[in-house]
Nanobody, 126 residues
C-alpha cells in the first residue's frame, strides 16, 4: 500500500499556478521531515522544498525561492506545494518525500530518502 499518495499537477501556461498535494498520513509525527523533489528529463532528481516540524526549519532551492510554498495540514495528513509564477524550466516530474532527516536542508540536499510518492508531471508551456 502506497504511503505517500500525490495528486495535482498537469499542464499550465508560463506565469500560471498549480498546487500539488500529497497524502502523508503515515508521516505526521515530528520525527519525519517532509519535502518535494523534482526530476526533469536528462537531469538528476533535486530537492526543491522541505520542512521539518521538529525544528521548524524550511528549505527552498534558489530555483523556486519566492515562487513556491510548502505547507501542511497535519490534522488531515496532507502536504502541499503551492507553485506560482511557473516557468518552462519548472517542467518536471514532481515527487513528495518523507524521512527521518535531522532538518529540512538535509532532507532536500544530502539525504538518501526512503519514502517517495508516485510522482506527478508538471508541464509549463504555452
Amino acid at each position: 500500500q502506497a504511503q505517500l499518495v500525490q495528486s495535482g499537477g498537469g499542464l499550465v501556461q508560463p506565469g500560471g499556478s498549480l498546487r500539488l498535494s500529497c497524502r502523508a498520513s503515515r508521516y505526521t509525527s515530528d520525527d519525519y521531515v517532509i519535502g518535494w523533489f523534482r526530476q526533469a528529463p536528462g537531469k538528476e532528481r533535486e530537492g526543491i522544498s522541505c520542512m521539518s516540524r521538529s525544528d521548524g526549519s524550511t528549505y527552498y532551492s534558489d530555483a523556486v525561492k519566492g515562487r513556491f510554498t510548502i505547507s501542511e495540514d497535519n490534522a488531515k495528513g496532507m502536504v502541499y506545494l503551492e507553485m506560482n509564477n511557473l516557468k518552462p524550466e519548472d517542467t518536471a516530474e514532481y515527487y513528495c518525500a518523507a524521512d527521518t532527516a535531522p532538518n529540512a536542508q538535509a532532507l532536500c540536499l544530502v539525504w538518501r530518502v526512503a519514502h517517495w510518492g508516485q510522482g506527478t508531471q508538471v508541464t509549463v508551456s504555452s
